[in-house]
């Protein structure tokens, strides 16, 4: 069970905006920075969004981050075949003392 | 650019203690936090520790007891031994650099490609 919950698939056709939501509590989310990672089959992570809502060089600005509360959300938009991942969000947790990970959402696109 | 890459064994026995090492190109190890990240088959991702270029360390409390990650600035780079292994710890592990100056505000930027640990006799 991880710490942060993510739904495990999310899917669009072409050209979609896909939203993937990573909830959290005030001790992780809520008081610290959220980030996304996409990883690609038998891949690395990569980032994709760090501090909430900032896109590292490279990567396209379909791509988009955000925080609410104790919750964070990626979206995808103008959905591309290559978006197809698995993507993860990630937080320090004060009462853990430590890196915590969302269990993933699946993109797939139809 | 920077570039990551962990070396190690793939196979290990249960009860003996795994060691992987993090190669640091294409930059120094200095001024950086630096991270190690599992993934078990199919499953998600699980932070282990990291460890600062000066040697401060801090690690996942669930794997606190069997965790210990050194440095090695004059070969640029840092190291992974994890003691008493189950099953349970077959995973990819992979080797990161924190984005910033502080390990709990900054995540992982920089990802080595991983290396497969199987734990079996």
């Known amino acids: 069970q991880s710490v942060l919950t993510q739904p495990p698939s999310a899917s669009g056709t072409p050209g979609q905006r896909v939203t993937i939501s990573c909830s959290g509590s005030?001790?992780?989310?809520?008081?610290?920075?959220g980030y996304w990672y996409q990883q690609l089959p038998g891949t690395a992570p990569k980032l994709l969004i760090y501090?909430?809502?900032q896109r590292p060089s490279g990567v396209p600005d379909r791509f988009s981050g955000s925080k609410s509360g104790t919750s964070a959300s990626l979206a995808i938009s103008g959905l591309r075949s290559e978006d197809e991942a698995d993507y993860y969000c990630a937080t320090w947790d004060d009462s853990l003392g430590g890196w915590v990970f969302g269990g993933g959402t699946k993109v797939t696109v139809l | 650019q920077v570039q990551l890459l962990e070396s190690g064994p793939g196979l290990v026995k249960p009860s003996e203690t795994l060691s992987l090492t993090c190669t640091v190109s294409?930059?120094?190890?200095?001024?950086?936090?630096w991270s190690w990240v599992r993934q078990p088959p199919g499953k998600g991702l699980e932070w282990i520790g990291y460890i600062y270029y000066s040697g401060t360390t801090d690690y996942n409390p669930s794997l606190k007891s069997r965790v210990t990650i050194s440095v090695d600035t004059s070969k640029n780079q840092f190291s992974l031994k994890l003691s008493s292994l189950t099953a349970a710890d077959t995973a990819v592990y992979f080797c990161?650099?924190?984005?910033?100056?502080?390990?709990?505000?900054?995540?992982?930027?920089?990802w080595g490609q991983g290396t497969m640990v199987s734990v079996s006799s």
């Open positions: 990161a650099r924190h984005a910033g100056d502080s390990a709990s505000y900054y995540a992982f930027d920089i």
């Open positions: 294409g930059g120094s190890i200095s001024s950086y936090y």
């Open positions: 501090t909430n809502n």
């Open positions: 005030s001790s992780n989310i809520g008081s610290n920075y």
